[in-house]
């Protein structure tokens, strides 16, 4: 299974932009990338998911890059519910399994 | 709306005690999962289940057993249990569908302290 690296910590405004980095150089051509996020005393949140290109949904967009080495999860319009930690995953096509690493840690301040 | 409930949220045990963690879901899913959290490990996954009375072990299996009496329930049990497995327990249910592999659905989760 790919490695991922994120950026342990991020700040951001309420109302700003937040873009959150993910490295995964090892990336298999079976791997899919997931974004979750996790709120205190709750249990990790699915966001999205991406293969390659660029993916939106309701929530967030995800850009992947052209050799697949790096993702950016974009949140709009951040608020203060956007606190949290946010797991960048990489895991095979049927995979059992989804392995969380340390995260991102988003502050955001009014 | 997917739907993971675990019970209880807290539990207090004592050391060399039993303990099951119990989790339910509605989303008639196949796959669930039983992982713990503590601080500066993020999740490590404990046991998971592919389907009723099917159980596998997962990274850090020790101490723990698991048992999948039906799709709808999963219980994480500790024999003889141990301070070091004071920790904040979660359990997820997962499907696989469409392109990619599984979204997994959590629940609250269980705060185990062990004295």
């Known amino acids: 299974l790919a490695k991922t690296t994120q950026p342990p910590s991020m700040e951001a405004y309420e109302g700003q932009e937040v873009n959150v980095s993910c490295s995964h150089t090892?990336?298999?051509?079976?791997?899919?990338i997931y974004w979750y996020r996790q709120v205190p005393h709750q249990g990790p949140q699915f966001i999205i998911q991406?293969?390659?290109d660029y993916v939106v949904n309701e929530v967030a967009s995800l850009f992947i890059s052209a050799d697949r080495k790096l993702s950016t999860l974009s949140l709009p319009w951040v608020s203060l519910r956007d606190a949290a930690v946010y797991y960048c995953?990489?895991?095979?096509?049927?995979?059992?399994?989804?392995?969380f690493g340390s995260g991102t840690q988003l502050t955001v301040m009014p | 709306e997917a739907a993971v409930t675990q019970s209880p949220r807290n539990k207090v045990a004592v050391t060399g005690g039993k303990v099951t963690l119990s989790c339910n879901q509605t989303?008639?899913?196949?796959?669930m999962y039983w992982y713990r959290q503590d601080t500066g490990h993020g999740l490590r996954l404990i046991h998971y289940?592919?389907?009723?009375?099917?159980?596998e072990k997962g990274d850090i299996p020790d101490g723990y057993k698991a048992s999948r009496p039906s799709q709808e329930n999963f219980s994480l049990i500790l024999e003889l249990a141990t301070p070091s497995q004071t920790s904040v327990y979660f359990c997820?249910?997962?499907?696989?569908?469409?392109?990619?592999?599984?979204?997994?659905?959590f629940g609250s989760g269980t705060r185990l302290t062990v004295l």
């Open positions: 997820a249910s997962g499907r696989t569908g469409g392109a990619g592999a599984e979204t997994l659905y």
């Open positions: 989303n008639n899913h196949n796959n």
């Open positions: 991406g293969y390659k």
């Open positions: 289940s592919y389907g009723a009375g099917s159980t």
């Open positions: 090892n990336i298999a051509t079976s791997e899919y």
């Open positions: 995953i990489v895991t095979d096509i049927g995979s059992w399994q989804l392995i």
